[in-house]
């Protein structure tokens, strides 16, 4: 199994409210996992956040913690409730109310890849779906959730950036009803997770970088915006999905001749977005 629940970074010094985490950017394939399945080495990772970890791992430079996940999101998704197991995976669970993510092979324990692909030849004991969630699962949230506390307690305001990548093709039906092509897409769950102040300057950091940045389609935010998010109490959740094509090859899953310059690139958006939340005249949310 993967040998750590999470790796956290920590600024020298918490000058920002910010958090940044990464909770599908994991890779860490152990021999365990890989001989229960079909897939190969590069299948298995179509579904990973592959780089985001190294797209934003400046974070703590600009006085900001960063969070990102120790196993693959094939192995367990943290981006899902612990509650959300598969009976069509998981001996044992009975089916509830549908829910279209585990319906679709996407639960917190999950059956499928990119493009329905199946991880497993069969089902996997219940058991074993407890483990994942108790030792991979539950320590990331409890960091996370700390991390979260901590900045509050400092600041009277906590702002988490939750950090993606989408496939390019994800893309193409919002294309055709833009001008431009987005290349960033950023989450609240139409205004539930996030404060409209704190998202106007999320996007502008992207944009001022010169980015085409589109807001909640098609991706608005999953558990994690949901669960975090209460802008009602000073506690903000952004999801940000990055157009995978602009850094990687998506099918080698590998960087591209591009990767240097976008990492370089975002940095500048990092140290504004953390910057933003160092800002001693920036509005709290009391809506």
């Known amino acids: 199994m993967p040998k750590v629940a999470y790796h956290l970074v920590q600024p020298e010094a918490?000058?920002?409210?910010?958090?940044?985490a990464s909770p599908h950017s994991g890779r860490d394939y152990s021999w365990n996992f890989m001989r229960h399945t079909d897939l190969d080495e590069v299948t298995i990772r179509s579904s990973e956040d592959a780089f985001v970890d190294r797209l934003f791992d400046c974070a703590p430079q600009f006085g900001a913690a960063f969070i990102k996940a120790g196993a693959p999101r094939a192995y367990i998704d943290l981006n899902r409730s612990s509650e959300e197991l598969d009976p069509a995976l998981i001996e044992g669970v009975r089916r509830q109310t549908h829910n279209p993510r585990v319906a679709s092979g996407l639960g917190v324990v999950p059956r499928v890849?990119?493009?329905?692909?199946?991880?497993?030849?069969?089902?996997?004991?219940?058991a074993e779906a407890e483990r994942r969630i108790a030792q991979f699962w539950h320590p990331y949230h409890e960091q996370l959730r700390r991390l979260i506390d901590q900045a509050h307690a400092r600041f009277g305001e906590a702002i988490?950036?939750?950090?993606?990548?989408?496939?390019?093709?994800?893309?193409?039906?919002?294309?055709?009803?833009?001008a431009r092509r987005p290349q960033i897409?950023?989450?609240?769950?139409?205004?539930?997770?996030?404060?409209?102040?704190?998202?106007?300057?999320v996007e502008a950091a992207f944009?001022?970088?010169?980015?085409?940045?589109?807001?909640?389609?098609?991706?608005?935010g999953a558990y994690i915006t949901q669960a975090y998010g209460r802008p009602s109490r000073n506690q903000h959740a952004v999801q940000i999905e990055i157009d995978r094509s602009i850094y990687m090859d998506e099918r080698a899953i590998r960087p591209n001749a591009n990767f240097h310059n976008f990492r370089k690139l975002l940095r500048s958006v990092i140290a504004e977005i953390a910057a933003t939340g160092q800002a001693d005249d920036m509005p709290l949310a009391a809506e």
């Open 113 to 126: 890849v990119a493009n329905g692909r199946p991880i497993y030849r069969g089902k996997l004991p219940l």
């Open 207 to 220: 944009t001022d970088a010169g980015l085409v940045v589109a807001r909640n389609t098609p991706f608005a």
């Open 14 to 20: 918490h000058t920002s409210r910010v958090i940044f």
């Open 185 to 201: 897409v950023i989450g609240d769950r139409f205004g539930a997770s996030a404060s409209q102040a704190v998202v106007d300057q």
């Open 160 to 178: 988490l950036i939750d950090c993606h990548s989408m496939p390019h093709e994800a893309l193409d039906g919002v294309a055709k009803t833009t």
